[in-house]
Nanobody
Framework: QVQLVESGGGLVQTGDSLRLSCAASGRTFSSYAMGWFRQAPGKEREFVSAVSSGGIKYYADSLKARFTISRDNAKNTVYLQMNSLKPEDTAVYYC?????????????????WGQGTQVTVSS
């Protein structure tokens, strides 16, 4: 069982930066792939970024120039650095964990989810 707790969301202005954190419980964090997804009102949950247990990083094409994922296995934490934020980035951001090694851009591959953290970007 893995419990995930996101933090770092908030209300920012266009062009600002935020760093989201996701703290995981358990002693096997390093064996999980970790992902970030987001869901805006009235829209489906969409892939943002993921990092495999081996450190390979994946990004949504539209976000890779502005977002950076990282993980610190010593702290059981995964981060999402978001720069040059835009109003269309407004959403609830979710952290997720999977023991899977393939297709980690797909929400259905994830076993555990956090409660989400709201990011609101004002224009």
């Amino acid at each position: 069982q893995v419990q995930l707790v996101e933090s770092g969301g908030g209300l920012v202005q266009t062009g600002d930066s935020l760093r989201l954190s996701c703290a995981a419980s358990g002693r096997t964090f390093s064996s999980y792939a970790m992902g970030w997804f987001r869901q805006a009102p009235g829209k489906e949950r969409e892939f943002v970024s993921a990092v495999s247990s081996g450190g390979i990083k994946y990004y949504a094409d539209s976000l890779k120039a502005r977002f950076t994922i990282s993980r610190d296995n010593a702290k059981n934490t995964v981060y999402l650095q978001m720069n040059s934020l835009k109003p269309e980035d407004t959403a609830v951001y979710y952290c997720a964990a999977t023991s899977g090694v393939v297709h980690i851009t797909i929400p259905g591959r994830y076993d555990y989810w956090g409660q989400g953290t709201q990011v609101t970007v004002s224009s």
